[in-house]
């Protein structure tokens, strides 16, 4: 809980340095260097989180590793499809959420994107963590 707390202020911290930032001319420079700063540092606690949720299947910064699995498990691979559902409901997730954050960023520039994010992240992971299967060990 604590990885996705300062993931979501990082992501806040990001929110607040986009104010003012020109997307299309991509300045003020320092800005944008502070902004990529701050979420790709958010990324990393991201991985954290799921670490810490133990979530099987969702490796949300390491969607090859994800379509890798799909592959290399399916029957074509001669594998059994373990996990098939949770795998593409991963992908289509991250996909949809990449839609989705294209659009806003379209319509209304980096702010409200990465304030929507640091508060999916801490209401994603107060979800997770009050599933009763939470609390299941993992194998």
């Known amino acids: 809980m604590v990885a996705a707390l300062i993931e979501a202020v990082l992501l806040w911290i990001a929110a607040g340095v986009s104010l003012g930032f020109e997307i299309a ?79 806003l960023v379209m319509r209304s520039g980096l702010t409200l994107p990465l304030i929507l994010a640091g508060v999916l992240v801490l209401a994603g992971t107060i979800a997770c963590t009050l599933h009763p299967a939470s609390v299941e060990p993992v194998d």
């Open 25 to 103: 001319a991509q300045a003020p420079e320092t800005r944008l260097f502070s902004i990529i700063a701050l979420t790709a540092v958010a990324m990393g606690f991201r991985n954290a989180t799921i670490r810490q949720l133990k979530i099987p299947d969702l490796t949300t910064t390491v969607l090859t590793l994800t379509l890798t699995g799909l592959a290399a498990d399916s029957s074509l691979a001669g594998g059994t499809n373990p996990n098939w559902s949770r795998r593409i409901g991963s992908v289509v997730a991250i996909f949809l959420g990449a839609a989705l954050g294209a659009v």
